[in-house]
């Protein structure tokens, strides 16, 4: 119950500044990127449709249609999650430079900023996202194995929406955990330690990302900002009762 509450917090906080015109500037490498994947899912649209005379094939027309379909909607499907690893790691910087300046309008607390941390931030997301991969395929494969052996296959779909909100939830604490001087095993142990903040965290991000147009701009602002925020709460409530 105390996530739900947390993230009902976070997300109110990350709008009230938001409408405030703060952080309004963080949206623009997301929509540039939006841009380029609005031209690339156009493009694919148009690919599949123009291969749609092969259905006029005699004989075998309709199975070679049925097969350019299914293809295709692999590809779309996998495009979300290409989406989301360019927003993870393309713009990290960003998002770093977000989630510190959250924290300094929440905390007053400062940090400081330079090349060498820049590039720093770089390596370590893509790092996190690459075993944050091995960790997805190597549980999902356990799982898809598991499930067929107990004729619970239907519930792979949300198994799986599961895991990617839990592992795309975690880069939104991971700028926290960096900030903090957090090394990469202790911020996994944190979030296997948190799963629920998590899942909730990266659920709503893939679901904002299925509003058209604007979910790819707003998603992964607010993802940081509610990341941030919600680890603030967390560190806050930790601290007190250590107290």
Do not use: C
């Amino acid at each position: 119950m105390t996530a739900f509450k947390d993230h009902i917090y976070a997300f109110k906080r990350a709008l009230t500044l938001l409408f405030q015109g703060k952080f309004l500037v963080y949206f623009i490498p997301g929509l540039v990127i939006a841009i380029l994947f609005y031209f690339y899912t156009w493009g694919l649209s148009s690919l599949g449709g123009s291969l749609g005379f092969f259905s006029k094939i005699p004989w075998i027309g309709s199975f070679i249609a049925v097969g350019i379909e299914t293809l295709f909607g692999w590809v779309n499907s996998f495009s979300i999650f290409i989406f989301q690893f360019t927003i993870i790691t393309l713009l990290s910087p960003f998002h770093t430079m977000l989630s510190e300046q959250v924290e300094t309008n929440e905390t007053g607390q400062k940090f400081d900023s330079n090349w060498s941390k820049f590039f720093n931030d770089i390596l370590r997301t893509i790092g996190v996202v690459i075993v944050g991969g091995i960790f997805y395929f190597i549980i999902y494969i356990s799982w898809v194995f598991f499930a067929w052996m107990l004729g619970l296959s239907f519930l792979s779909p949300l198994v799986s929406a599961i895991l990617i909100g839990f592992f795309t939830g975690f880069n939104s604490y991971d700028y926290s955990l960096e900030r903090h001087d957090v090394s990469v095993l202790q911020s996994w142990i944190y979030a296997f330690s948190h799963p629920l903040q998590m899942i909730l965290t990266g659920g709503v991000f893939t679901l904002l990302l299925f509003i058209p147009y604007l979910g790819v701009v707003i998603a992964p602002v607010l993802l940081t900002m509610v990341g941030t925020i919600n680890f603030l709460r967390m560190k806050e409530r930790k601290n007190e009762k250590l107290k």
